[in-house]
């Protein structure tokens, strides 16, 4: 009965946002007890891509574009989000370094170079400090690592009860247009189509709950294990908009700090996605780094 009571509401089918959202070159691998969502995209030196909260390997489109003559990009949809949805057992410590290493396994990848914004730089840094041996550059954009406050929608995320509730709640298209302009520096740069795009997969089924998960895990831990960080030894390159609202540029020194050989560029007038906002030219900063010998 409890279990009726609290099911899940407004929720998209996966099928639905397939229909909607996939690409043709999508591929799905298992891992973990879940169909994991990937693209697998030219030839050269593999690039993971790793995205951040809320986000997909949709955030990665101009990037793949642009990059995929010099590298081979495998770009992810991570546990908990996008197509591959919830992870069987919930978050749990090195749940994200975990996976990595599974998934580069089974694509039989010995060394590549990463790229993570947000979440994704937290999964790009402990993994690189987990399994240096795998892992030859990395790139740092708008990285979570260090303390900030959390935008207003992690806060209810964060609240008790909100990996049962929110599920059961639509939310307003409207409010969540909101918070997604919080993260371009100019928020007339962001499309429509992309707006459409992160709503339905925040109501893919599933996926209000495990993204409740993660926040709560966060919370729970009190951040991150910045000591990975410290073991990165890597040419790391940490790129930041300057006008970043979720998490703030003053992290750029504490990452330099960190992690000794590391490099940084901060883009005027750019937010938290730099690489969405303006891909021409971070794409091109990121190949001129990842291809210098």
């Not at 030196?45 to 790793?50: A, G």
């Not at 709950?209 to 951040?223: E, L």
């Not at 390159?237 to 540029?249: A, H, N, Y």
């Not at 750019?270 to 001129?288: F, K, V």
Request: glycine share 8%.
């Amino acid at each position: 009965m409890l279990k009726a009571l609290f099911k899940e509401k407004f929720a998209l089918s996966l099928d639905e946002v397939k229909r909607r959202h996939e690409y043709k070159d999508s591929k799905y691998i298992k891992i973990q007890g879940m169909q994991v969502h990937y693209r697998d995209v030219g030839e050269g030196p593999v690039l993971l891509l790793l995205h951040g909260m809320f986000a997909s390997l949709h955030t990665w489109e101009d990037w793949i574009d642009i990059l995929k003559k010099d590298f081979r990009i495998i770009a992810i949809d991570a546990p908990n989000y996008g197509f591959t949805g919830a992870h069987p057992k919930g978050m749990h410590k090195h749940i994200y370094s975990d996976f990595l290493n599974e998934f580069t396994d089974a694509l039989d990848i010995k060394e590549c170079m990463l790229a993570g914004n947000s979440l994704g730089g937290w999964m790009a840094w402990e993994f690189a400090g987990r399994f240096p041996e795998k892992v030859k550059k990395i790139i740092l954009i708008d990285a979570a690592g260090f303390f900030f406050v959390v935008p207003w929608l992690l806060m209810l995320l964060a609240l008790p009860l909100s990996t049962t509730i929110g599920p059961m709640v639509k939310y307003p298209k409207v409010a969540f247009k909101a918070v997604l302009k919080q993260v371009y520096g100019d928020p007339s740069r962001l499309p429509k189509a992309k707006l459409d795009l992160y709503y339905d997969l925040m109501m893919r089924e599933g996926n209000r709950a495990s993204g409740s998960r993660v926040v709560h895990y966060i919370r729970n831990m009190g951040g991150f294990r910045t000591g990975y960080m410290k073991k990165v030894t890597q040419p790391t390159l940490i790129m930041w908009g300057e006008k970043d609202r979720w998490i703030p540029k003053r992290h750029v020194p504490m990452y330099c700090k960190a992690i000794k050989n590391s490099k940084s560029i901060i883009y005027p007038g750019l937010g938290h996605m730099p690489m969405e906002e303006m891909p021409d030219i971070t794409a091109q900063d990121a190949r001129e780094f990842l291809l210098k010998k």
